[in-house]
């Protein structure tokens, strides 16, 4: 039902988990806010922030009915027509609440309700204060002292306040006596802005080899609308192909918007760029403060900054004069939200480069079976660069058959060797395993009783640094055990990760530098980076880590490549699991020799037989997904049909089972023959922090079907009683089935 109104309503997204906009009646004021400035709002007892869809003159509600806007926030739009165009486009596509994609688009400070030109609070040094005695201050405050000497070294002008949060903890009860000592000022700061002038003078590059340089003339074919897949081996020079084309878009005064993958946004990659283009980037990531991302998402916005990178958000990031979608390592499941929001940043930036007409470059070494099926249908050009760059030659490949030459700890004697002998001739070694902690299980060697999760269907993985059983799925932690919780007897870790990799190594190459990069040896901030430098410039022999090791690093003296346990994907129940598994390996060898030298990588398997090995040894990457898109065309999987994931998730089974079988009946009866439903069933791993999980696959040949059904079941979703019980979401374009 909609009313006519002799006044005009505001049409206000409000960040709640409710698929609708909300009406508002402008202020007493009379104030007509524009569509994309920010206005308080009452919301049932509460006040949230809104941003401003735009303006109507009806309503579903009578006018005495509606409220009215307590404040507008900003006198001119933060975001711009196009941004809203984007965010709208994805509340649609993702079926999600626009007042949460909303959310996900701004910066924190501005859905908090900050002004755009936010004043910060600073602290500083004062002349009285660089005259202490810092030393006998250290002896009665030791807290004060640090305070004080990290302001020293920050000098006049100050810093932000935020950003002492991370350094120094508690320095809000050590600053108030400096404070009233005269030692520091606290003052208020107009938020600096953001100069790009200071990125220093642009260094010359390279001169482009034949192929790089007929990529660059394809890519340089159009400046209008046009996606490009760049598919290069690692080490073909697809950065410096992106460098030339960039270079062509800020000379001409346009803007180039990078993403990368969280762990790929590494100083290295950054610097190359600032030092290449002779320009400042403005950094969307997070590893910056609050403050320091409102700035760059102003410059953005304002046009200041030509150059913003950053990872998955920054694809809402506004542009003034956009020119270029550049997507880093498209294939990185990061750029993947896989919590609320549930959107692809890699799709939405061709998206996005389709609403503002402008190309869009996606780059990868292992490109994603969706945009190969893309480029064999003509819609995306498809770009290659087959050889490395520079002249480095591709790695050796070799299997070691685990079954033949038996791991201690994980090493085997193959392995061992090769290690030696690498490190001999003056090489770096990388040993890569996906998994953390010291052991995957905790077994009695009597009763063979195992250690679990108690509220997942999971085991504790042994952490033996910190002596705990951790789980890896819900984040409980039990001091580690050294006997049998059901018999007593003396319990084993089994199996190995990588604690357990670093302490054989060293064992066996006692003389040698052996460093973990993985995500508990890399918590405390600025230690990844300091790591990736002493390895980049050779000071660690023997490097073992996780993922976060394989990804876009280039470690000059790096050899040889040792890849632990590389069977975890062979009997996968994912359909991905080919596609994946021949990822991570490519990507991981992708690290060995890339400069003079000559790269080995070993891979430990038990199962040397298994056809995967020789399609990846012998055709590479190529020729695995060439298989497996054939596959997927046979079996129906994606590219070749559309998915769509429902999530359910309570503390009692029947619950979670319930509403998906509700949701089932009702796409039953709207869906027709074009779409399949499997479930609902329980989730594979089917408890998960004390909830039960279950799920419900949609799959239609086309898209229009699923999202038809879908823009009709999600508000019949929000409208269900047992919602009220049961954490759900809808995934569109899922890539983790379980
Ligand atoms: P990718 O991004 O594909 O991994 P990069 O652009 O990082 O590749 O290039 C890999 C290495 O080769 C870098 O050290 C780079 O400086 C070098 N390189 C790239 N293109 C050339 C070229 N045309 N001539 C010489 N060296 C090059
Ligand atoms: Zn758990």
Redesign the pocket.
């Known amino acids: 039902m909609s009313n006519k109104l002799s006044q005009t309503v505001l049409k206000v997204a409000v960040n709640v988990p409710l698929s609708r906009q909300f009406d508002y009646l402008p202020g007493r004021d009379g104030e007509l806010p524009a569509a994309g400035c920010r206005v308080r709002v009452p919301f049932g007892r509460r006040h949230e922030i809104g941003l401003v869809l735009g303006h109507a003159s009806e309503s579903s509600l009578p006018a005495t009915k509606i409220r009215r806007v307590n404040e507008v926030i900003d006198t001119e739009p933060v975001i711009g027509a196009a941004e809203l165009r984007l965010i709208r486009f994805t509340s649609d596509y993702y079926h999600h609440p626009i007042g949460e994609v909303v959310a996900a688009a701004l910066p924190a400070l501005l859905r908090q309700g900050k002004a755009l030109h936010p004043s910060i609070e600073m602290l500083a040094i004062t002349d009285l204060g660089e005259d202490a005695d810092i030393e006998s201050l250290a002896r009665r405050a030791p807290r004060q002292a640090e305070l004080l000497g990290h302001l020293l070294d920050a000098g006049g002008n100050g810093i932000e306040a935020e950003r002492l949060g991370e350094e120094i903890p508690g320095w809000r009860r050590a600053v108030r006596p400096l404070i009233e000592k005269g030692f520091v000022a606290r003052f208020e700061s107009r938020a600096g802005d953001f100069d790009e002038s200071l990125g220093g003078a642009a260094q010359e590059?390279?001169?482009?080899?034949e192929d790089?340089a007929a990529a660059l003339a394809t890519l340089r074919s159009g400046d209008t609308f046009g996606a490009y897949l760049v598919d290069?081996?690692?080490?073909?020079?697809?950065?410096?192909?992106y460098l030339s084309r960039m270079q062509d878009v800020i000379d001409r005064g346009q803007q180039v918007l990078v993403l990368a993958p969280e762990i790929g946004l590494t100083p290295q990659l950054v610097s190359r760029l600032q030092q290449r283009l002779g320009i400042q980037p403005a950094l969307l990531h997070s590893g910056r403060t609050d403050v320091e991302r409102l700035a760059a998402w102003r410059a953005a916005r304002s046009g200041a900054a030509r150059l913003v990178v950053g990872t998955r958000s920054a694809i809402f990031t506004p542009l003034k004069n956009p020119g270029l979608i550049i997507v880093d390592e498209e294939h990185d499941h990061s750029f993947k939200q896989q919590e609320g929001l549930r959107y692809s940043a890699r799709d939405l930036a061709i998206v996005r480069a389709k609403h503002l007409d402008i190309p869009v470059i996606l780059?990868s070494?292992t490109p994603t079976l969706e945009m190969l099926q893309h480029c064999r249908g003509g819609n995306y050009q498809h770009i290659r660069?087959p050889v490395?760059?520079?002249g480095?030659r591709p790695p050796s490949v070799r299997l070691v058959d685990t079954m033949r030459s038996p791991a201690t700890d994980g090493i085997s004697e193959a392995l061992a060797a090769a290690i030696a002998s690498h490190l001999d001739a003056d090489g770096q070694v990388l040993i890569f395993l996906n998994r953390r902690g010291f052991a995957p299980t905790l077994i009695c060697a009597a009763c063979g009783h195992i250690a679990e999760c108690s509220r997942c269907d999971s085991r504790l993985t042994v952490h033996a640094r910190s002596r705990e059983l951790r789980c890896h799925h819900c984040g409980a932690v039990r001091p580690l055990e050294t006997c049998c919780g059901e018999c007593g007897e003396a319990v084993k870790p089994l199996g190995e990760g990588t604690e357990r990799l670093e302490d054989a190594l060293r064992t066996r190459f006692p003389d040698k530098t052996v460093t973990r990069i993985d995500s508990d040896s890399m918590a405390h901030k600025g230690a990844m980076n300091e790591a990736l430098d002493k390895a980049t410039q050779g000071h660690a022999d023997i490097l073992v880590g996780t993922q976060m090791l394989s990804k876009?690093h280039?470690f000059p003296k790096l050899t040889l490549v040792g890849i632990v346990n590389a069977d975890q994907g062979l009997f996968g129940t994912d359909f991905r699991s080919a596609e994946r598994m021949a990822q991570s390996i490519v990507q991981v060898a992708g690290r060995a020799g890339?400069e003079s030298r000559a790269g080995e990588v070993l891979i430990q398997t038990a199962f040397p037989e298994h056809p995967f090995w020789s399609t990846l040894i012998d055709g590479g990457y190529e020729k695995v997904s060439e298989e497996a898109l054939a596959e997927r065309e046979l079996t129906r999987w994606p590219p070749f049909t559309r998915l769509a994931l429902i999530r359910a998730a309570a503390h009692r089974h029947d619950d979670a089972f319930g509403f998906l079988e509700m949701a089932r009946n009702r796409a039953t009866g709207s869906a027709g023959d074009r779409l399949r439903i499997l479930g609902p069933v329980d989730a594979p791993m089917a408890r998960k922090a004390g909830r039960y999980r279950t799920q419900l696959l949609l799959q239609s040949s086309d898209r229009q079907t699923l999202h038809k059904l879908l823009s009709e079941l999600r508000p019949a979703l929000e409208e269900e009683p047992l919602a009220r019980k049961v954490r759900w979401s809808i995934d569109v374009d899922p890539i983790e089935l379980f």
């Open positions: 590059g390279p001169s482009l080899n790089q290069g081996v690692t080490g073909s020079g697809k950065t410096e192909l780059g070494a660069l490395r760059a520079g480095a876009g280039h890339r």
